[in-house]
């Protein structure tokens, strides 16, 4: 019977990411505007006018590009000991952030914010922002080399996921 467990992680926004989210929506606006209208009192010159209204309609789709951005989820996928971790961006977008089998772990269990990691170590956030359930995994990948992967994994995926730990970590638990 194959293990299988999937999970939707949306990112909860901070203060700082809306503050930022709101900042570039206003410069980008006023950057458009500023071209469409330079442009505009261009009239006698219509190769100017023409690409400043063309910068300008570059800048107001640049802007919804990057303001579209901002917007998080991670998955978690679970296979057979396998863990696949995806970035989606504007639920549009999907960038694979790691592939890793569960019997790697190293060191896997509750995250606190005291915890060290090493300089030579990666830190892979895959996280909501709230600090008061999320988990870390130790390992090592041949891509990335030593990682810590910080996550939220629900009931069902833990369940999983401590099926196939190696059998040092499981009596940790």
Same mark, same amino acid.
């Given at each position: ?7 939707? =992680? ?17 410069? &980008? $606006? ?10 505009? +009192? ?5 190769? $100017? ?11 107001? @789709? &640049? ?19 396998? +863990? ?24 896997? &269990?509750? @995250? ?10 990666? =830190? ?11 988990? @870390? ?6 891509? $990335? &080399? ?5 996550? $939220?994994?629900?009931?069902?995926? +833990? ?15």
């Amino acid at each position: 019977m194959d293990n299988f467990a999937e999970q939707l =992680v949306k990112k909860n926004e901070t203060s700082s990411d809306k503050a930022r989210r709101v900042v570039m929506l206003i410069v &980008g $606006v006023l950057f458009t505007v500023s071209l469409a209208l330079l442009s505009l +009192l261009q009239s006698g010159r219509p190769v $100017v006018s023409f690409l400043g209204l063309f910068l300008a309609a570059a800048a107001g @789709y &640049g802007t919804y590009y990057f303001v579209q951005n901002t917007y998080v989820e991670y998955e978690y996928t679970f296979t057979n000991g396998e +863990l696949d971790v995806d970035k989606i961006i504007a639920k549009k977008k999907r960038r694979e952030m790691l592939s890793t089998s569960i019997r790697q772990f190293t060191d896997f &269990g509750k @995250y606190d914010n005291g915890m060290d990691e090493t300089d030579d170590m990666t =830190v892979i956030l895959a996280t909501d922002n709230i600090a008061s359930h999320e988990y @870390y995994a130790d390992f090592t990948d041949k891509t $990335v &080399g030593k990682a810590r992967l910080i996550f $939220v994994p629900d009931d069902r995926m +833990l369940e999983n996921i401590r099926k196939f730990l190696p059998a040092r970590l499981r009596a940790k638990q």
